[in-house]
């Protein structure tokens, strides 16, 4: 498994040379996100659609 700084240096790598640093940071994290959401769905911490549905009907009354 990469390290952090090896994850965040590939990520940067990646961007185009005229990225500005807001879109860099974007792009870092977004890949945080993903990366704990993936860590969440693994360990079981989920929503279901239909729970996930019930809120949000339940804000539209």
Known sequence: MASVKETMSEII???P???SFEEIMR???FARM???GLSDAD???VV???EVKRKI???QK
Do not use: H, I, K, P
């Open 13 to 15: 790598a990646r961007q």
């Open 48 to 50: 279901s659609n239909e």
């Open 17 to 19: 040379d005229d990225s």
């Open 34 to 36: 993903v990366e704990r």
């Open 43 to 45: 360990s079981g911490r």
């Open 57 to 59: 009907e339940s804000w």
């Open 27 to 29: 792009e870092l994290a």
